[in-house]
T-cell receptor, first 111, second 114 residues
Framework: GDSVTQMEGPVTLSEEAFLTINCTYTATGYPSLFWYVQYPGEGLQLLLKATKADDKGSNKGFEATYRKETTSFHLEKGSVQVSDSAVYFCALSEGDYKLSFGAGTTVTVRA | DGGITQSPKYLFRKEGQNVTLSCEQNLNHDAMYWYRQDPGQGLRLIYYSQIVNDFQKGDIAEGYSVSREKKESFPLTVTSAQKNPTAFYLC?????????????FGPGTRLTVL
């Protein structure tokens, strides 16, 4: 079945550092890929998405490119801020419309 | 403002009791979902509904029940049969059940069994 594997955390960075969170997936067809963010005590918010190969999703300085050849959708941000501290989830959606989530990566940015 | 509301934010239950979590959306979305989140784990799908009066089991439906009598409402009942119900429960909706559609999430209900 469909599955998502993302890098384990926690990840601790200094402000203005470069952030990468790796995400790889297993799917039988052509899934849509998502990154969601969860701030403490809250629900999830969509950060960005890509629906076909080579699409690049971007939002709030974050980017991720749908790489079918490597089945990956790595999240990157060039200069993080303290406000980026959160849990980040990679997810995919395929024919049955459900979202399959990775385990989440906790990111802490220190001033 | 359009969005998804969940109530209550915190819920405490004694063992052996059933409890119902509320989820309401005013986004006019057809599809609604319930997820369970445990520490250090991703979200796991409990139930989902693509249309009123219809719903399907997700990956961990045992010990839970739902109803979808109205488009805007999708309550979840955690029954006494659920062996480990303490968790954070998230409700979501999407315009229709399509793989490219974003799911919008509510703020969650944290259930603790005493």
């Amino acid at each position: 079945g469909d599955s998502v594997t993302q890098m384990e955390g926690p990840v601790t960075l200094s402000e203005e550092a470069f952030l990468t969170i790796n995400c790889t997936y297993t799917a039988t067809g052509y899934p849509s890929l998502f990154w969601y963010v969860q701030y403490p005590g809250e629900g999830l918010q969509l950060l960005l998405k890509a629906t076909k190969a080579d699409d690049k999703g971007s939002n709030k300085g974050f980017e991720a490119t749908y790489r079918k050849e490597t089945t990956s959708f790595h999240l990157e941000k060039g200069s993080v801020q303290v406000s980026d501290s959160a849990v980040y989830f990679c997810a995919l959606s395929e024919g049955d419309y459900k979202l399959s989530f990775g385990a989440g990566t906790t990111v802490t940015v220190r001033a | 403002d359009g969005g998804i509301t969940q109530s209550p934010k915190y819920l405490f239950r004694k063992e052996g009791q059933n409890v119902t979590l509320s989820c309401e959306q005013n986004l006019n979305h057809d599809a609604m979902y319930w997820y369970r989140q445990d520490p250090g784990q991703g979200l796991r799908l409990i139930y989902y509904s693509q249309i009123v009066n219809d719903f399907q089991k997700g990956d961990i439906a045992e010990g839970y029940s739902v109803s979808r009598e109205k488009k805007e409402s999708f309550p979840l009942t955690v029954t006494s049969a659920q062996k480990n119900p303490t968790a954070f429960y998230l409700c979501a909706s999407s315009p229709r059940a399509f793989r490219g559609n974003e799911q919008f999430f509510g703020p969650g209900t944290r259930l603790t069994v005493l």
